[in-house]
């Protein structure tokens, strides 16, 4: 519901002025409008600067396609603090007539339920993630970006560092519980990562740019790699969900999905490199 106020003027600046209060009935969905910016998608963005990170996982350590570990440089970006949600997500599909994703929380449209505008937009695919990031002037993060937003330059285990996760991390291990089961996007400040992205552990997993390959890492470029150059049906997901084990969200592990999977753990965040920002 949102309260408007009209003011009603006479042709003469000196007359009476009249105020009404008019109450109007909207969607949730329907309230959301770029502040007066140049961004269709005003959410914060962390910039992330230039030079090299550990990625990957020591010998002994995560699994086999997270090695060999080796510094990586990349060229600064930007990337959203949080993830995208589903009042953001919305207002992509009002704009432009894309689909809407399924409600994971039971029947009916996803427009049609109050509560869920500020949790992560989930069952997106990969070509909708990527839909959203071009709508929004920005693109998908590599897995490397998207590894070094989440761990800075030390190769820490989690965005937080080496210290086990708790639920004051992280929204992990659980089962789901319906519209209990996301937490409000960066809710969780004591997971944050160096670069204050927040989320980058747990809640839903991420779609980024890159192509699937286990063993991508062995020859990899180790400078602003884009993952392996082939076709198929498969990219890489990153940070772990809501039901994932605390192995799954450790900055280094990996996922994989193909283009048109949707699950209700699975949603995605934007990047952009800074000398194309508007």
């Not at 060229?75 to 949600?85: N, S």
């Not at 590599?142 to 086990?164: F, I, Q």
């Not at 699950?263 to 990047?271: D, I, L, N, P, V």
Request: charged share 25%; aromatic share 10%.
């Amino acid at each position: 519901m949102t309260t408007v106020l009209w003011t009603c003027r006479t042709q003469r600046s000196h007359m009476a002025m009249a105020v009404v209060a008019v109450v109007v009935f909207t969607p949730w969905f329907s309230l959301v409008a770029p502040a007066a910016s140049k961004e269709l998608d005003p959410v914060p963005m962390m910039t992330v600067p230039a030079g090299k990170f550990l990625m990957g996982s020591q010998e002994g350590q995560g699994r086999a396609d997270e090695r060999p570990q080796r510094a990586v440089y990349l060229d600064a970006f930007g990337i959203d603090q949080v993830e995208v949600t589903n009042e953001r997500y919305m207002a992509f599909v009002k704009a432009t007539g894309h689909r809407t994703p399924p409600n994971p929380y039971g029947t009916g449209p996803l427009a049609s339920l109050t509560g869920i505008e500020h949790l992560p937009v989930a069952q997106t695919t990969w070509y909708d993630a990527k839909s959203y990031c071009a709508w929004a002037k920005k693109r998908l993060p590599t897995e490397a970006e998207w590894e070094k937003a989440a761990r800075g330059t030390d190769g820490r285990m989690y965005p937080w560092g080496d210290d086990p996760p708790t639920a004051r991390h992280a929204n992990f291990d659980r089962e789901w519980d319906d519209e209990r089961t996301l937490h409000v996007v960066g809710s969780l400040p004591d997971g944050d990562s160096p670069y204050g992205v927040k989320d980058m552990a747990g809640n839903v997993r991420e779609w980024v740019s890159d192509w699937y390959d286990p063993n991508y890492y062995k020859d990899a470029s180790n400078r602003n790699p884009h993952g392996p150059d082939k076709n198929g049906v498969v990219r890489s997901i990153r940070g772990g969900s809501w039901h994932s084990p605390a192995s799954d969200i450790a900055t280094s592990a990996r996922g994989r999905g193909g283009f048109a999977l949707q699950t209700h753990g699975t949603g995605f965040r934007c990047a952009r490199s800074l000398e194309h920002a508007p």
